[in-house]
Each structure stands twice: as C-alpha cells, then as structure tokens.
C-alpha cells in the first residue's frame, strides 16, 4: 500500500484541493496520513469532514509544532504502507498519480539496491520551472541527477518506507528545519532509483512557504543548511557545483554558531580559499536584507 503523506500547518485554504486530486484517482489503493504540525486555523474541522466523504483511508494526527523536519521523521515512523509518497499542503496530484506508482513500482522490487521511483513536479507558474533532462526511464542516484545530468527543480519522491526510516532527517539542537538534500544524498551512496519522466504533482509555491523564504529558512537554521553544503563534498563534484558548494556553504557556516575552527575542517581547503570571500559577503547581505 502506498502512504500519501502530508505535513501541514495552517493551510486550511488549500487541503480541498489536495483532497479532491485524491477523490480523484484512478486507483485508491492508498492512505491518507495527514500530520497537523499545530495549526491554528481550522484544518482539523476541515479533515474531520474528509472523513465522511472519503473513499480512502484518512488518518489525521495532530500535533504541538516541531517543524517541517521532524513532521516528515514522525510521518515516516507512522506510515503503515510500504511505499511512502509525501505531497504538500497547498499542491495536488493528477488523477491518475497513484495508478502510476503502482504499474512502476515492480522495477524496485526487483532489485535491492533501488529505493524507489521518481516522477516530474509541475509547476502552475511559468516562472517556477522544473528541468528533467530525460526522456525516458533512466536509473541513477539522486546526487547524480543534479551534479552529473544537471536536472533542475524539486521532483516527486516515491520512497520504500523501510529504506526511508534508516535515512530520517537529522535534528540539529532547537533548528527546526534540515535541507531533505542531506537525506537524499545521503541514500545517493548506497542507493540508486528509477527517474520516470512523467509528471504526477502540481505545484506552485505560495509566499509564506518554504521555498520561496529558503534563504531566511537556512540562515534560521544554519546548522541544517551547512551540514548539507559540507556533505556535498563527500561525492565527486563537478567545478560549477564545487564552486557553488564552497560559497554557499560559507554562506551559512558563518551563522551556525560552530566556531571557526570546526567550519574549517567541515570542507576541504581548497573550497574554503574559493567559497569563504564570495560567502562571507552573502552572509553579510542577509543579515542586512533577510
């Protein structure tokens, strides 16, 4: 069975449709496990009326605010379908997404060493663009996509639970946010998947979101954003990305209050002497503008 995850806080506006994609689908074989990370609008009275109208199973929990980070781990923890599949708040599905995941889904269990599939997000704004370089089933790990075939954009994750729960996103003292590209990468050096060049997510973000505040969401939680930055450095990286690393990397690393001298030794030096002048400047741009 397939999990459809999703995190949500104060997004009451914006769940009737996500819903309505699921009265959707072609194929129902699924839960519906909604976390409310403390909402305080009425999101709870909204899902309790899901519940009459659903041809699914809902299971709604909510809970006092921890974050997105930790939402997604307890989500993970709860899923009771071997296929775990997160979808966001104020996005959607095509109708016929889970069908999808479903008539794909026998190339991972095939082999060990793939942890799951990967579709195309699409964005309702034009000025959002996702860029997947292929045009047919290809089998790589998600570092790979982005540093080797240089994809582009936020993708539809559709993960092996077990595989998952091995892979939770770190919790950095009080930081309530972590990059999921520590989670992904890290999967990346023992795991491949199965990119499918077929959209089943709609999205287009919001202004109170988290992608489109990521640089205050990583300067607020810049032990997270660093962590991620410096593990970059543990895969082969082309020059662009190397160079793009190093500064953002310093970018961050200059607010996570870890001192010098274990920021130095988080990257190579040589990525230092490059990253530390041009993210040293941009570190002083947020404190002024973020």
């Not at 809902?58 to 775990?84: H, M």
């Not at 082309?238 to 209050?257: E, G, H, M, Q, V």
Request: proline share 4%; net charge negative.
């Amino acid at each position: 069975m397939i999990t459809v995850f999703t995190p949500t806080y104060n997004r009451a506006k914006t769940l009737p449709h996500l819903f309505k994609s699921l009265l959707e689908q072609t194929d129902k074989r699924f839960e519906w496990l909604v976390i409310d990370d403390g909402s305080e609008d009425n999101t709870g009275e909204l899902v309790n009326d899901f519940l009459g109208k659903a041809d699914f199973v809902i299971r709604y929990i909510k809970q006092e605010n921890k974050g997105l980070s930790q939402t997604l781990n307890r989500g993970v923890d709860l899923a009771e379908g071997d296929i775990f599949f997160r979808v966001d708040s104020d996005d959607f599905i095509t109708p016929d997404a889970i069908e999808l995941i479903y008539s794909n889904w026998h190339l991972v269990e095939a082999d060990d060493k793939l942890c799951g599939l990967v579709f195309i997000k699409e964005s309702l704004n034009p000025d959002q663009r996702v860029y997947c370089p292929f045009t047919d089933n290809i089998r790589t790990n998600f570092f790979d996509y982005y540093n080797l075939y240089g994809g582009k954009g936020d993708m539809a994750e559709v993960i092996r639970t077990d595989i998952f729960r091995l892979y939770k996103l770190p919790k950095f003292g009080d930081e309530k946010f972590c990059p999921e590209g520590v989670v992904w990468n890290r999967m990346a050096s023992h795991y491949d998947v199965i990119y499918i060049p077929k959209p089943i997510y709609k999205f287009e973000y919001i202004k109170d979101g988290f992608t489109l505040n990521v640089h205050q969401n990583l300067r607020r939680n810049a032990i997270g954003a660093s962590t991620f930055y410096a593990e970059n450095f543990d895969h082969d990286l082309k020059l662009f990305f190397y160079l793009k690393n190093a500064i953002l990397f310093w970018r961050y690393a200059l607010s996570n209050r870890r001192g010098w001298k274990s920021n130095f030794h988080s990257i190579p030096l040589p990525a230092t002497i490059v990253g530390l002048p041009i993210g040293g400047l941009l570190n002083i741009y947020d404190r002024f503008r973020l």
